[in-house]
Structures are given as C-alpha cells and as structure tokens.
C-alpha cells in the first residue's frame, strides 16, 4: 500500500481510505508488511520547533537532573529500563526475567530464590517477555512502592521495589498462557491498615486446555482463559474467572470496581482467520466486588493441582446482569489497547482493525451491572473515526486523547467530549485535534503522569517499532525508536528520538517527587550479613561455607583454601557506606560474577573441579587500588 501524505488535522473523515475493514486489507496486514507501509520513510509533517524553543527540554544541562524517571517494559529482553526524560538518558536496566551478569542476577542464590529454581539449583526459566508495567497507587496516583510487570512466555507477575529499584518476588499465574495485560488497582485506601495497591489483575491472552496436562488437544472449543487477581503485597494469586474468549490488554478503574479486558478473539478461534470472523469484539468487564463475594461465598472451582479459587465469568453463567461478575460491552473488530482517563470516567479501547476508539463510561457499565441499562452496547458514549491501527491511548488530564496508529505512523490528539458530542449526533463538532507522525509503527504512547489522577499533559513518549532511517544502521537489526513528544501546547510537537534496544512496549512516565529510592542499603536487612563475628571459613563434609567482607580496596581473606569436589557457597557482604561504593566478585573459570552494594549481601554457590589457583577480583571500580582488590581462592587436589 501506498503511504499518502499525512491526513490535515481536522480531518476526522478521509473515508475511501479508512474504511478498512475490507477482507483483502486483512489478509494483508495478517501476511506481512503490505499494510504496514515499510515500503517508505516520510519526512515530518511539521517542522515546528518546541513551545520553548530557546531551549531544548530534552538537553539536560550537565549537572542538572531530569524532571521525570521513565520505566519502560523491554518486550523479549526480559527486563524492565529505567530512562530519565525529558533527556531520555538510560539510567538502569533492571533486569527481571533475564540474567544480567552486570549485577549478578541468575547468578546469586538471592537472584536465583526470586527467578525460581529446579530441583538441581539451575534456573527454571531465563527468558521473559515484559510488556506491561505500572507503579502501584494510592489515591489515584503512584506511591513509590513498587512496579510490576508482566512475562508473557512463561505467564509470571513479578514485583519490583521501587526503593531499590530491584526484582524482589516472581509469582507464576496458574492454567494461563500468554499472560500479557497486568493493571494494578488504582482505588483509594478502604482500610487504614492497608495502605496501598492490595490487588493487581492479570489477563492472559491464549486459550488452553484447563488443565494443560494433555486432555483436549484436539479440540480447541473446549479451551479456556483465565483472569487472575494477584495480591500485590503477598503476591499470592488470589482468585482466577474463567471467561469467554481471550483477554490482552487491561485498565483498572479508579474506585476499584471495575476491571477490563480487551478481546479481539470473541470467536474462541485457534487460527487467524477464524479470529477475525467477527465484526465486533468486545471489552470484559469485571465487576470485583461480586467476583470477591462469590470467592468468600464458596461459589467457586479449582483447575488440576492448582488450589487457586476459580469462578465462572462465562457469557452462559452471567445472563442476569443484577448478579453478573461479567459484562462483555461489544468494541471494534480486534481491538488491541484500553486506557482508563485520569478524570475516572472512561475506558478507551484502541480499534487496532477497526479504525476507531471505542469509549466506554464506566457509570453506564456499573448501570448494566444493576440491571438498568438495556444493552452492553449502550455504554458506548463514542466511537470516533481515528485513523488506521490503533492501538494504545494516552490522555493530558485536560480532556484530550492520543492515540497511537500503528498503520498510519501517527499520533492522533483527540477530544473524548467532542467525541461523545459527535457520538450523540452533533454534525458540527470534529474530534481530532491534532495528528504527528511518529518514525515509524508506534506501539504505546503514553504521557507524563498519564495514568494518575495528576495528569498532567506536559510530555508523550511514543514508542515506535521500526526506526527504519533514523539512526546510523547497525545490521539488519535496527534500534528501535522512542520519540519524546511536548503536549502542552494546542499542536504536538516532536521533540527528540532517542534510540531503544528491542523491544520497548509500554512504559509510565512519573514526576521524579512520586519516586523515593535509597542509596545505601541496611546491613541488618540481610539475614545472611558476614561481620567481623562470623566471617572465615566453615567445612561441613564437602560442603564450604566462605564468608567474606569487602572493604575498599580489600577483601577480607587473602587467601580461601578449598579441595576439588567442594560446593563452596560464598557469601561477601559490602561494609563500605559510601554512597555509590559498590564491589564486583568474579571467580575466574567458576562463571562466578556479581555485584555488592554499599552494606548489601549477596551469596553464590558452585562446585569446584579443577586442581589449581584462582584469582577472586574486583569487578567494580570502586578505589584507586581496585585493581589490586583480589584474593586467592586455592583449590586443592
Ligand atoms: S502490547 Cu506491545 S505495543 Cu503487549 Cu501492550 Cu501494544
Ligand atoms: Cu572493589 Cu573494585
Ligand atoms: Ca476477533
């Protein structure tokens, strides 16, 4: 297809083109890059400069610091980024799912606890696929306390501490597969002694046999999906609803009730065309209250060896709306994104092969709910023609949506009330305010504080996934591009590109005051801390205990005397205070590499073979005698 240039901004109806549901446009955005316009690199439709154009908002000054702290899921890196913007300077990676020798992690018997282990120590897993990560909320906004995102191959919640900025429980989803959409709970404390998000809810995308153990292999209609509501303090998976069709993305609303999920395989399909069978698809909505009243009534099942409690949110179990715990609210034809708006009052589905949002108000759902509104449908309050594939939504706390199109490489600005206005038949009114283009096939856009309460419309981080022109080529691999966007004015304008290792999906964007962190950690918070008291060596049959201080520039022995055969489990605490003074541990030939931070433990265990001398080494550039930071480990034959 044809790139055309870019449609003008009012330009609501372009209609020959963005009637695109035809089936041969289908096939060919299912078959590859007919659609997806790879054939082409555009110039920017605008060459504005920024609102503040004296000054570059992306450069950082040197010694200044950036207002705002991304974190961006990395797709099938494995990993969660932490960026600072407006600059888009990387300032961690933290990995999550995948090990990163840098720290250690898959390395140390900690890292090892969190990740999961076989029953011979090794690693159950290590590859993820993180997609979606969002902070925890108290009243209506992040709290600083933790972030959790999600690992669609291996269906695994993991938490991350925001004080720490590290991986600190890994929670395995029972009978799912393809877990993809996670959205915590936004509601505001209901009891004084829980005072922060207490559930976060998990979609999974791909229907299975419930229980995967072999049954039902050739039958696909009897497969199912589940929903799981995990506690974000416990990280325990609280209850599970079984629903029809699949669940990919999700939105939480701010009082607590409601959770959704877009579905774009209503049809309960096994193969592409029979997901695209029908016109309309739906967003699930789950009424939480009597979900938790069905649980603690007993109402429930459990699936195989799980014991988590399952309730039915089939269409057949729910036909009454006055005790339904679902509600499946008919959207555009495979649907990708739902955004909830920071005024409370919406769920935004992105049409993806519809070229349309779908905007839900969640009074009219809770209406459906009470039996008082006459169809699903009719919570629909709009439908806005915006352009081809979107696919995720963000808002500006002032009334505006951006949408981004994944066919048309644009980011789209439009008015959720002149679209609910054009919606109940005001010819007058046009909805889009603004398009960009993007370089190129956004994926998620999302705003500064954006999915908060504290909106507040000031940037947009559109993350692209090809990048095509925009970079210097690396192979056939290109970066991908993360394009920073101010929204503060009436028109966006394009800001920077910065370049993102594959695969950034979706990312928060949080006022750098809602993140508190430390820098050093507490001594005592490490059970397992090696003091002046118990450090040395401890033989227990062939098992070693080696217990180690480090201390710029030194370790605490010089010399650790082992024999071949031992399983040496090598614990090193870091008694340095300084802020940043932080230690590596290496071990030659042992595949032996981790990190200490300042008053941290951190363990390793591994077996010794071969007869020899073994230089221990600092990897960590911690004091002008780093280099000479080393022991002996000696293994005798
Ligand atoms: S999905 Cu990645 S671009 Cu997993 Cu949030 Cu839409
Ligand atoms: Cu310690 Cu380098
Ligand atoms: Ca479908």
């Known amino acids: 297809m044809k790139r055309t240039k870019p449609a003008p901004t009012d330009a609501i109806t372009v209609p020959s083109r963005r009637d695109f549901l035809g089936k041969s446009a289908l096939a060919g955005m299912a078959t590859a890059g007919a659609v997806i316009g790879l054939s082409g690199c555009k110039e920017d439709s605008k060459a504005a400069k920024p609102a503040a154009a004296a000054a570059d908002p992306t450069h950082i000054a040197p010694g200044q610091l950036d207002t705002y702290y991304a974190f961006i899921s990395a797709g099938h890196a494995g990993e969660v980024r932490v960026l600072g913007l407006p600059s888009g300077r990387t300032l961690k990676r933290i990995p999550v799912f995948n090990t990163d020798c ?12 969190v990740m999961g282990t076989k029953p011979d120590g090794s690693l159950q897993y290590t590859t993820g696929d993180t997609h979606h990560v969002h902070g925890s909320y108290k009243d209506g906004t992040y709290d600083s306390r933790w972030l959790f995102v999600n690992d669609k191959i291996h269906s695994r919640l993991a938490r991350i501490r925001m004080d720490t900025m590290e991986c600190d429980k890994i929670t395995p989803l029972p009978n799912v597969m393809g877990f993809h959409g996670i959205f915590p709970d936004k509601r505001d404390p209901v009891d004084a002694a829980i005072n922060y998000t207490t559930r976060v809810f998990c979609g999974a995308e791909f229907h299975i046999p419930l229980p995967n153990d072999g049954r039902d292999l050739d039958d696909p209609s009897k497969w199912g999906c589940l929903f799981s509501c995990v506690d974000a303090a416990t990280m325990e998976v609280r209850w ?3 629903i029809d069709g699949n669940m990919e993305l999700m939105a939480t ?10 579905q774009y395989n209503t049809e309960n399909a096994a193969d592409l065309a029979g997901m695209m069978a029908a016109e309309r698809d739906a967003c699930v909505f789950f009424h939480i209250e009597r979900i938790e009243a069905a649980i603690k009534a007993g109402k429930t099942t459990t699936i195989g060896s799980s014991k988590v409690p399952v309730v039915d949110g089939r269409v057949a179990a729910n036909g009454d709306p006055k005790t339904a715990l679902t509600c499946y609210v008919p959207v555009g034809k495979n649907p990708h994104g739902v955004n909830a708006s920071p005024d409370g009052k919406y769920f935004v589905c992105a049409g993806k092969l519809s070229p349309t949002a779908t ?25 806005p023609e915006i352009g081809l594939g979107p696919l995720h939504t963000a808002f500006d706390g002032r009334g505006n949506a951006y949408t981004s199109l994944f066919l048309d490489s644009q980011v789209v600005k439009w008015s959720v009330d002149l679209a609910i206005a054009q919606f109940k038949g005001d010819k007058t009114v046009k909805p889009i305010l603004d398009r960009h283009d993007v370089h190129y096939q956004p994926g998620h856009g999302y705003s500064s504080m954006g999915e908060t309460k504290e909106a507040d419309g000031k940037y947009f981080n559109s993350g692209n996934k090809f990048s095509k022109d925009r970079f ?13 966007l101010d929204i503060s004015g009436d028109k966006m304008v394009l800001l920077a590109d910065h370049t993102a290792y594959p695969e950034p999906h979706d990312g928060c964007i949080v006022r750098r005051d809602r993140v508190k962190t430390r820098q ?11 003091t002046a008291e118990n450090a040395g060596i401890e ?10 201080m480090s201390q710029a520039p030194a370790f605490s022995m010089p010399v650790i005397k082992v024999k071949v055969g031992d399983e040496v489990t090598l614990t090193l605490t870091n008694h340095d205070k300084v802020e940043d003074l932080t230690h590596g541990c290496a071990i030659p030939f042992h595949n032996i590499n981790f990190i200490v931070n300042p008053q941290e433990t951190r363990s390793v265990t591994f077996k010794t073979e071969h007869a020899g001398a073994y230089w221990i080494y600092c990897t960590h550039f911690c004091h002008a005698l780093h280099l000479e930071m080393r022991s002996r480990l000696l293994v005798e034959a």
């Open 520 to 530: 050093v950690a507490t001594m005592t918070d490490f059970p397992n801390a090696v």
């Open 102 to 113: 840098m720290v250690g992690w898959g390395t140390t018997n900690e890292s090892k606890a």
């Open 539 to 548: 033989r227990k049959g062939n098992k070693v205990s080696v217990r180690l």
């Open 472 to 484: 210097l080529p690396v192979g056939p691999l290109h970066p991908e591009t993360e394009q920073i």
């Open 359 to 383: 905007v839900i108000e969640l009074a009219k759902v809770m209406q459906w709910f009470a039996g008082d509104l006459k169809t699903q449908r009719d919570s629909v309050v709009a439908e």
């Open 240 to 242: 599970q609803c079984r």
């Open 253 to 262: 609303s701010y009082d607590g009730k409601l959770a959704a999920a877009t």
